[in-house]
């Protein structure tokens, strides 16, 4: 993790937030290279799952929503996690994860500053609070929601007059959500702020075991789309006097991080029971064929952009002698190709070189580099991911082609200049 946490800030992956200013707890800041690849990873899981498919449509929600939705969801009554406070130096742990420590059982001594006494658990709303209006007053209270999820069940009719679709049909949504976490940590992990991707299908009751064996092998196909290491990931079934208020099964897909192997993803068998709360008086659906009208169950596939990129960097990282290598699937690279003249001191190399980087600018996510020697630079964008370095040499004043150099396997081909932006396309979005 360190290696990783050091690489992320030194390429401009991740940077820690409001660092200048002494930063604050687990908010991080994703700079000029992490965007692009947060972006990739949205814009992939968007075209899987919504534009490739005739059963779903998207939406994008308001982050401050209605109290009466948090209230009608079972939040404000459930959405809280058992807290424990050290007597004496008062950090604060969540007692599931003491609990399941056998070292840390029988006098709950506190594991910060090993001498106070961890007290009885109590229950802490996760919910972040906020006010609508200049006063602040009860009747002014709001919330920053803490899943996207809730949305497209409120939004749940108008979406099926508009779109006109029928069961089963799915809502997607990626956008923030906000949980005053307990103990956040690990990174980008478990953080305050963060982003998901998430998907509401909706289905007939009966059918509810075979969409939920579909949609865990859909989000399966996903993880190795984006080059996630399948060896470290895992299926965890979620005991019954452990599930969720609102499920009646949940699968955690874990992977092994450095830190511990936790949840990267979770499938969720939702029910009828966040229709039923939000439309509580009729039914939302009526078959078009049959005019029966009934509430529809749900299968939620959520998937978090930040731990999607977390688990992606650490599938990628590679060690080979003194080179490193963030060996991303192409479609992620923040940069898809960087472009170097072979010497930097040459006005008719750096000339061409500046003709072949601008020919694939706004085609291409495409760096230049003509710093230092060029091991240097085959090596720095080795470690940013870049799949292919292309080089303008002397040959290429002459012959008109270019060296292209592949950043995991270090082979070098040359290609014709004026076939190069299709060579790139072709390696990347038909590999």
């Known amino acids: 993790m360190d290696k990783i946490v050091s690489l992320a800030k030194r390429r401009g992956f991740i940077f820690p937030g409001s660092e200048i200013y002494g930063g604050l707890a687990n908010s991080w800041d994703y700079g000029p290279l992490g965007v692009e690849i947060k972006n990739s990873i949205k814009k992939s899981w968007w075209e899987r799952f919504v534009h490739r498919r005739s059963d779903m449509v998207g939406i994008d929600a308001a982050l401050i929503m209605n109290p009466k939705v948090w209230e009608k969801s079972g939040h404000l009554a459930n959405f809280s996690d058992p807290l424990l406070e050290c007597n004496k130096c008062h950090s604060r742990f969540r007692a599931d994860e003491i609990a399941h420590d056998p070292v840390k059982q029988g006098d709950r001594i506190c594991p910060s500053c090993k001498v106070g006494k961890l007290g009885d658990p109590r229950k802490f709303n996760l919910m972040f609070k906020t006010f609508i209006g200049p006063a602040e007053e009860a009747t002014n209270i709001a919330y920053f929601r803490p899943e996207t999820a809730q949305a497209m069940f409120v939004d749940f009719k108008n979406v099926l007059d508009t779109s006109r679709k029928r069961l089963p049909f799915g809502i997607a949504q990626i956008g923030k959500a906000f949980r005053n976490e307990i103990t956040p940590g690990n990174f980008i992990f478990r953080t305050r702020e963060f982003e998901q991707m998430e998907i509401e299908y909706f289905i007939r009751p009966e059918n509810w075991e075979k969409e939920f064996e579909y949609w865990l092998n859909e989000m399966h196909g996903w993880m190795k789309e984006v080059g996630i290491d399948m060896s470290k990931v895992h299926d965890h079934d979620i005991a019954k006097d452990e599930l969720a208020h609102y499920s009646k099964r949940t699968v955690d897909i874990e992977f092994d991080y450095p830190f511990g192997t936790k949840e990267l993803y979770g499938l969720a068998y939702r029910t009828d029971f966040d229709l039923k709360n939000h439309f509580p008086d009729k039914p939302p659906y009526k078959d078009p064929e049959t005019n029966e009208e009934f509430y529809p169950h749900v299968i939620e596939p959520s ?129």
Request: aromatic residues 8%; contains cysteine.
């Open 303 to 431: 998937l978090g952009v930040d731990r999607t990129l977390l688990a992606v960097l650490l599938s990628a990282y590679s060690e080979e002698g003194d080179r490193v290598v963030l060996k991303l699937a192409p479609r992620l690279a923040p940069y898809k190709a960087a472009v170097f003249p072979l010497l930097a001191n040459k006005p008719e190399l750096v000339s061409l070189a500046r003709k072949v980087y601008e020919g694939l600018l706004g085609k291409l996510m495409v760096a230049w580099d003509d710093r230092g020697n060029i091991g240097k630079r085959y090596y720095a964008q080795d470690e940013i991911g870049t799949p292919y370095c292309i080089t303008v040499d002397f040959d290429s004043l002459e012959k008109g082609d270019v060296t292209v150099r592949d950043r995991d396997t270090a082979k070098q081909e040359r290609i014709p200049i004026q076939d190069l932006q299709n060579f790139i396309l072709d390696k990347i979005y038909k590999s």
